[in-house]
Nanobody, 117 residues
């Protein structure tokens, strides 16, 4: 099974931008689509964006127009470009494989994104 690693978190001011990377140990789309998720303190993990093997993208309403999911299959990577960041975007961000039946793979450690005013 392909292993995924999330990179690129950090501290950013509200209104700023940050890019996260999801790097796979092999073919990143071998297991299905790739999704970006986040979990903030006290809340359940939520999906914020996904991209299918064929390149179809979808976004949660809360990030539509601000976050963009990009892929580079040559680098076995999927990126989450986050712009116009808000305080409520503060969370641990994860990427994961989404199988055709909807199941997700094991969760990694994620990467912390903290938005400050």
């Amino acid at each position: 099974q392909v292993q995924l690693v999330e990179l690129g978190g950090g501290l950013v001011q509200a209104g700023g931008a940050l890019s996260l990377s999801c790097v796979a140990s092999g073919n990143i789309f071998s297991g299905g689509s790739i999704g970006w998720y986040r979990q903030s303190s006290g809340n359940q993990r939520e999906e914020v964006a996904r991209v299918t093997r064929g390149g179809y993208e979808s976004y949660a309403d809360s990030v539509e127009g601000r976050f963009f999911i990009l892929r580079d299959t040559a680098k076995n990577s999927v990126y989450l470009q986050m712009t116009s960041l808000r305080l409520e975007d503060t969370a641990v961000y994860y990427c994961n494989t989404i199988a055709p039946d909807g199941r997700v793979g094991p969760w990694g450690q994620g990467t912390q994104v903290t938005v400050v005013s």
